[in-house]
């Protein structure tokens, strides 16, 4: 007869087996079918260039996986991205410690360990790409934007070592946690890198940029993957931040004021390593537009305070609903749109243009802005040819002097230069094509080389480069200037015996406009520039201008006698070596009087009159002082001398000293 009671332990001991296997095999099936989350498996070594190939492994690329956690994933199913290529990650386990070698070819790494074939090999490039891998759920894994800058070894980055992980376990030092393999094959796959090392963060987050979006929003970047950041602007505290690997987002409580505002605060990167204080200022502009030019008698250009970065032709109509049949910003630097229309404006005629939608690169936005230009055909004579160098030393180069004479600003955009034989046959033109504004009574040295002018001359001024700069004769020759409607403005002849007869070489001596009331094909308004400013005045009033009329409005010569000067060699300290002008105009009234020294640089060193009376007999002496009351170092100064009296009757005159050594 069966005994249950004697059976009970021994069925106690086998059903309690059974529950032991059940519970162990559904801790086996959970660790294994357990998604892997971000950095349990890592990308621990690639190689992406096998060029020249390694020195003993197979000279193929492979991207070794490394479980950085104590459990066994299977990979089946994952996805590993490369670039903008996705693969099917086929069945592979790996387990905690352990190593997984995905390759082109799995036979080839067999020996080193578990590998599969699992990406495309041209796929895996040095260019620099973005690798990715995620989990059956979708979730990353593990992700990495490598370059060739990942070696951090210069004589290694030239192929044929893999880069590996310096520290398996740290996900916050990017870069920086990376190094070319020391290993002499060329790497280590499935087995601990050659450069492994537990990492210390020592290094404390940086701010490396700080760049505005919005007007209520900037992005401020750092050297290392960052967890918080605690910052204010102007001192007020953001209503939102956002962050994203290295950059943090920050979202204002209202718009920035215009100007400059300062960020400050404190950042704390992912592996909890906090900044010192980290400051950065931001100029915020706000869109407007700064001015509106008639450039031509078809195209307006439109300045605004920033870059316009979207625009249409549509967001550009003239009162009479003409819109530009084309709309395109200038290249010169600045911020100008320049808008061209199929019909003319007329002359003097007075436009208003409404600009509505026209936003830059941070949002900011124009809306139904209504502005007003005017359009003035540039006519003959208002800008002159003032100065011409056209048989330069050696080394030098030849130029034309522009000088505005209209009584208002005039844009250069399409002026056209041209050469000329002594027979009137073209030699050269050059078109100017910068859209830049030559204000009233101002110079413009056109040229092929302007810093080449700026240097060998001291070039004053608006200094225009034209790559074409017309060929002109080094004996004789014509030159003429046309507005970019074709007008002509100004001419003239230029001929070897126009000098001065006291000069034996005329080489490297321009020829000088006396009078820009005398007309420019008048051979007797020229005449060589003085010898004391080096035989040239680019940018600066010549050196033999007369600018002086009677009172019925004709030119007179000022007596030699009406200014005297002593101690043009002057010595600093010695009073009896003091420059000295001492004038006496013969004119019904004294004339107002002012005297300025510059350097041989044209900058203002001293204003040694100021708008007093002339009386006969006047003294003005200078002591060789700056404004600054320090004595000038020695050299050639210019003095320039200007004089008017209350009938409208004009007087300038430069005239040169040397200082000395001093006493």
Not at 222 to 231: C, L
Not at 252 to 257: A, E, I, N, V
Not at 265 to 294: F, I, K
Request: hydrophobic letters at 35%; charged letters at 20%.
């Amino acid at each position: 007869m069966f005994n249950l009671s004697s059976a009970m332990p021994r069925i106690l001991i086998i059903w309690c087996a059974i529950m032991f296997s059940v519970a162990a095999a559904v801790a086996q099936e959970s660790a294994v079918t357990r998604q892997a989350a971000f950095g349990e498996i890592i990308f621990n070594e690639i190689m992406v260039d096998i060029n020249p190939a390694p020195y003993s492994l197979p000279a193929k690329k492979f991207i070794e996986l490394y479980n950085a956690s104590d459990q066994t994933f299977e990979l089946e199913g994952y996805t590993l991205r490369i670039g903008d290529r996705d693969y099917t990650m086929p069945a592979a386990s790996v387990e905690g410690g352990g190593y997984l070698i995905l390759a082109s070819d799995a036979a080839v790494f067999e020996r080193y360990g578990r590998c599969v074939t699992a990406f495309q090999e041209s796929k895996l490039t040095i260019a620099g790409k973005h690798i990715e891998l995620l989990n059956s759920l979708g979730s990353v894994v593990d992700s990495l934007t490598y370059s060739k800058d990942y070696y951090n070894d210069r004589d290694r980055s030239e192929g044929g070592f893999s880069m590996e992980r310096l520290d398996p376990y740290n996900n916050c030092t990017g870069i920086l946690n990376w190094h070319s393999s020391s290993d002499l094959s060329g790497g280590t796959p499935g087995r601990q890198n050659s450069v492994y090392k537990i990492y210390v963060d020592e290094t404390v987050p940086d701010l490396v940029g700080c760049e505005l979006l919005t007007n209520s929003s900037l992005r401020l970047d750092f050297t290392e993957k960052i967890g918080s950041v605690d910052f204010a602007i102007s001192g007020t505290k953001p209503s939102q931040c956002r962050i994203d690997g290295q950059s943090a987002v920050l979202t204002l409580t209202k718009p920035l004021q215009e100007g400059v505002s300062t960020v400050n605060g404190r950042a704390v990167d992912v592996c909890g390593t906090q900044s010192d204080v980290l400051t950065a200022d931001v100029n915020y502009v706000p869109l407007r537009v700064e001015s509106v030019y008639a450039v031509s008698s078809y195209q307006v250009l439109v300045n605004f305070s920033t870059a316009a970065s979207v625009y249409e032709n549509e967001n550009f109509i003239l009162e009479n609903g003409a819109m530009p049949s084309l709309s395109e910003p200038i290249n010169d630097g600045g911020n100008g749109i320049l808008l061209t229309f199929a019909d003319d404006f007329a002359q003097d005629s007075r436009q208003r243009l409404t600009i509505d939608g026209v936003e830059n690169n941070i949002h900011d936005c124009i809306e139904n802005q209504n502005v007003t230009f005017r359009y003035h055909r540039v006519g003959e004579g208002d800008l002159i040819i003032n100065e011409v160098l056209y048989y330069p030393n050696v080394g030098m180069k030849r130029y034309v002097e522009l000088y505005n004479n209209s009584g208002s600003d005039i844009f250069l955009f399409g002026l056209v230069l041209s050469g000329y034989t002594a027979a009137g046959d073209l030699l050269r033109s050059c078109i100017v094509d910068g859209y830049t504004i030559l204000p009233d009574g101002g110079f413009a040295i056109v040229t092929a080389d302007t810093a080449n002018v700026a240097l060998n001359y001291n070039a004053k001024g608006l200094l225009v480069e034209a790559s074409r700069f017309p060929s002109l004769n080094t004996s004789k020759g014509y030159i003429s200037l046309r507005s970019a409607d074709g007008v002509l403005l100004d001419s003239m002849y230029y001929d070897n015996q126009m000098h001065s007869n006291l000069l034996t070489n005329k080489r490297g001596v321009a020829l000088e406009r006396i009078s820009v009331g005398a007309p420019s094909l008048d051979a007797d308004n020229w005449t060589s520039a003085s010898e004391q400013f080096g035989f040239a005045t680019p940018g600066f009033i010549n050196s033999c201008a007369k600018e002086s009329e009677d009172d019925n409005g004709g030119d007179v010569d000022l007596p030699n006698q009406a200014i005297t000067i002593e101690n043009r060699l002057m010595h600093p300290g010695d009073s009896d070596k003091e420059f000295a002008m001492t004038f006496n105009f013969d004119r019904p009234t004294d004339p107002m009087l002012s005297v300025t020294i510059y350097d041989d640089h044209g900058r203002e060193v001293r204003c040694i009159a100021s708008e007093i009376m002339a009386y006969p007999g006047l003294t003005v002496v200078w002591d060789g002082r700056d404004r600054h009351g320090s004595y000038c170092k020695s050299g050639i100064y210019v003095v320039l001398v200007k004089a008017v009296d209350d009938t409208g009757w004009s007087f300038v005159r430069k005239e040169a000293c040397v200082i000395g050594n001093f006493r």
